[in-house]
T-cell receptor, first 116, second 113 residues
Framework: EAQVTQNPRYLITVTGKKLTVTCSQN?????MSWYRQDPGLGLRQIYY???????DKGDVPEGYKVSRKEKRNFPLILESPSPNQTSLYFC???????????????FGPGTRLTVL | GENVEQHPSTLSVQEGDSAVIKCTYS??????FPWYKQELGKGPQLIID?????GEKKDQRIAVTLNKTAKHFSLHITETQPEDSAVYFC????????????FGKGTTLSVSS
């Protein structure tokens, strides 16, 4: 089954404790992206990747890191989480390196992160 | 950059009624406008999309219209059912960069039976 998976689905942590949220897709997609969803703000892009070893900042990258060492995986790293990073996080992927009008972006099920 | 405004933020309808959600965008170069449905506890899922060379697209009870001149597009759901209850997001593709979909803030649709 074609899908985007994220782990963990739920995470409660404390300020300053490094964490990683994993994202994996099995569709051989070039493009991957991380979003955060906050009430009243919709989905905002954190980072994206157009291919292995190619990543760039989205609209809200502060406090986050990413890596793309393999095509299928795109982990989101919070080196020193803070309470304002409490949010619902979504990973997404798409076929081409750059989003095109012929592409569909597929989303993972989400990771709900709480930073105390 | 692109900015997408979505209205209303909440919408309550009776089963069988129609629901309309409207979005406006700022970048006239944007050429792709998808709509996503997000059910509770799940990720957004594409339900319909429209490209800038088309004015209207239908898929069973769902339709999307696009007015390029006015830079707005709308989602129309007819004969609503309780399972249509969800959060709906419109989005626009930043054509020049092609690196992101810019999303509206979402509309929570509640269909009561």
């Amino acid at each position: 089954e074609a899908q985007v998976t994220q782990n963990p689905r739920y995470l409660i942590t404390v300020t300053g404790k490094k964490l990683t949220v994993t994202c994996s897709q099995n569709m051989n997609h070039e493009y991957m992206s991380w979003y955060r969803q906050d009430p009243g703000l919709g989905l905002r892009q954190i980072y994206y990747s157009m291919n292995v070893e190619v990543t760039d900042k989205g609209d809200v990258p502060e406090g986050y890191k990413v890596s793309r060492k393999e095509k299928r995986n795109f982990p989101l790293i919070l080196e020193s989480p803070s309470p304002n990073q409490t949010s619902l996080y979504f990973c997404a992927s798409s076929f081409h390196p750059v989003l095109k009008s012929t592409d569909t972006q597929y989303f993972g099920p989400g990771t709900r992160l709480t930073v105390l | 950059g692109e900015n997408v405004e979505q209205h209303p933020s909440t919408l309550s309808v009776q089963e069988g009624d129609s629901a309309v959600i409207k979005c406006t965008y700022s970048d006239s170069a944007s050429n792709y406008f998808p709509w996503y449905k997000q059910e509770l506890g799940k990720g957004p899922q594409l339900i319909i999309d429209i490209r800038s060379n088309v004015g209207e697209k239908k898929d069973q009870r769902i339709a999307v219209t696009l007015n390029k001149t006015a830079k707005h597009f709308s989602l129309h759901i007819t004969e609503t059912q309780p399972e249509d209850s969800a959060v709906y997001f419109c989005a626009a593709l930043q054509n020049q960069a092609g690196t992101a979909l810019i999303f509206g803030k979402g509309t929570t649709l509640s269909v009561s039976s």
